[in-house]
C-alpha cells in the first residue's frame, strides 16, 4: 500500500467514514482548487477540515507523505554520514544526513539546526541509537529538522528494521516525489551530455580543483544525461549520472565526445528499457524528475511468463 492510500485509511478510521468517502472528499477538493494541489496534500486538507490533527500523532515511515510539516517518527538510526561544511552566497553551514529505519521502512533524515548537529560531531548520536523525531517536515521523501524540531534518543528498542527502502513498480503517471521506482519505459528523447568535475577520493563536486573534504585535488571528469522517457501514460525527465550511463549500451568516448554522442543519439530514441531510481521534486523549475541509478534491459520472455502466472 502506497502512503496516500495509508493516510487515507488513517484519515478514514480517525473520522469514523470509510476509505472510499474520504477518496471522494479528496477528489472533491483537488477538483475545486483546479488540480493544483496533489492528492496527498488535498487529503491533508481534508482531514483538517474534519479536525482531525496529525501533528502530535506518531506515524510509521511508510506512512511519511510529501508535504508533510509535523511529522513525528521513532526509528532506528542504521547510518551516518560525515557532517558537510558549505558556503552559500556567502553565509558558511553545515548539514548532517543519517537514515533512520522502522519495521515499515526507512528515510534519510536530515539536520540543518546546529544543536542537532552537535550531537552528531560529538558522538552523541550514532548508528545503532534509537531516536525520537518530532516536528519535522517531509521533502522528496526525506525528514528535514529545523530549529523548530526536536531530536532526541529514546528509550524504545527496535529490533527489526527495514534497511532497504522498497522499490515500488508504477505508472509515470502516479509516481510521486521521494518514491523508490521502477519503470518500464521507452526513450523519447535524448539531451547532449553535461560534463562536471569530482574529487576522486569522495566524488564530491569540485571549483577550482578544490574539494571541501579533501582540499587541493586533481579532478575526474564525470558526464550526466538527461532523457524523456514516456511509458504511454505519462513522459518524465530522467537524470542518469556517471557509469550508469554506460548501461545504455555508450562507451565512454561516446559519452565524453558530443560529437561521438551525436552519432549515437538517434538509437537511443525508441528504447526500451526498465528503469530503476528515486523520484525527486526540481525545486528550481518546480517540476518532478527521476534520478536512475540502474539500467535493466527487458526480457521479453521472463516478461511472457509473468503473464502467464497471472493469468
Request: contains cysteine; proline residues 2%; aromatic residues 6%.
Amino acid at each position: 500500500m502506497d502512503n496516500y492510500l495509508q493516510l487515507v485509511e488513517r484519515i478514514a478510521s480517525a473520522s469514523h467514514l470509510t476509505a472510499d468517502e474520504i477518496e471522494r472528499k479528496v477528489e472533491a477538493k483537488r477538483a475545486k482548487l483546479s488540480g493544483l494541489v496533489s492528492k496527498e496534500g488535498a487529503a491533508q486538507i481534508v482531514a483538517a477540515e474534519l479536525g482531525i490533527n496529525f501533528d502530535k500523532e506518531r506515524m510509521k515511515i511508510s506512512e511519511l507523505v510529501q508535504g508533510m510539516k509535523r511529522a513525528n517518527i521513532v526509528g532506528k538510526v542504521i547510518e551516518v554520514l560525515p557532517v558537510i561544511s558549505f558556503n552559500k552566497n556567502g553565509k558558511e553551514g553545515k548539514v548532517s544526513r543519517m537514515t533512520v529505519a522502522d519495521e515499515s521502512s526507512n528515510t534519510k533524515v536530515v539536520l540543518w539546526d546546529t544543536h542537532h548537529i552537535s550531537l552528531v560531531e560529538q558522538g552523541e548520536l550514532k548508528e545503532g541509537d534509537v531516536i525520537e523525531v518530532s516536528n519535522a517536515s517531509v521533502r522528496n521523501g526525506e525528514l528535514h529538522l529545523s530549529s523548530f524540531s526536536d531530536l532526541k534518543k529514546s528509550k524504545e528498542s527496535i529490533s527489526v528494521v527495514v534497511t532497504k527502502k522498497p522499490t515500488l513498480s508504477k505508472k509515470l503517471k502516479d509516481v510521486k516525489p521521494g518514491e523508490n521506482l521502477k519503470t518500464r519505459a521507452l526513450i523519447v528523447q535524448a539531451f547532449d551530455p553535461r560534463y562536471f568535475e569530482v574529487c576522486p577520493q569522495c566524488g564530491k563536486k569540485v571549483a577550482e580543483d578544490q574539494c571541501i573534504n579533501h582540499g587541493k585535488v586533481k579532478p575526474a571528469q564525470r558526464a550526466l544525461l538527461n532523457l524523456i522517457l514516456d511509458d504511454g501514460t505519462e513522459a518524465l525527465r530522467a537524470v542518469i549520472f556517471g557509469e550508469h550511463i554506460y548501461k545504455l549500451g555508450l562507451t565512454p568516448e561516446e559519452v565524453f565526445s558530443l560529437e561521438r554522442f551525436a552519432e549515437k543519439k538517434s538509437s537511443l530514441l525508441g528504447e526500451e528499457r526498465f528503469f530503476v531510481g528515486n523520484v525527486r521534486n526540481n525545486a528550481l523549475f518546480n517540476t518532478i524528475e527521476f534520478t536512475v541509478d540502474n539500467i535493466e534491459d527487458v526480457n521479453v520472455d521472463l516478461l511472457i511468463h509473468e503473464l502467464e502466472q497471472k493469468a
